[in-house]
């Protein structure tokens, strides 16, 4: 069990991922979900790291503003929110830097 403590993660996670993510390919850029497990309420956490096919430096997003029942649920949120970044749909986030 992990306590992050503090700032954007102030909830008590565990890293128990069952399931293997495999990094996914979408347009010029690969991503792979990595959900957290939130030990109070049960629930998880969507995360994707992201970077470009060339291997530049992974960028890791946390999805705070929702939480899923299962793991399998916050892998396939977390790839969409992946996709609605690099599309550009998320406000504040520009991907043509990365």
Known sequence: MEDKGGGFYKYKTRREVHMETQWVSYGNFVM???????????????????????????????????TFKTE????????EYGRLLIDGLIPGHFFENI
């Open 32 to 66: 792979q979900a990595i959900p957290d497990f939130l030990v109070d309420s049960e629930e998880w956490r969507g995360r994707v790291q992201i970077m470009r096919k060339n291997g530049s430096k992974i960028h890791s997003f946390t999805i705070l503003d929702n």
């Open 72 to 79: 399998e649920e916050a892998i396939r949120g977390s790839l």
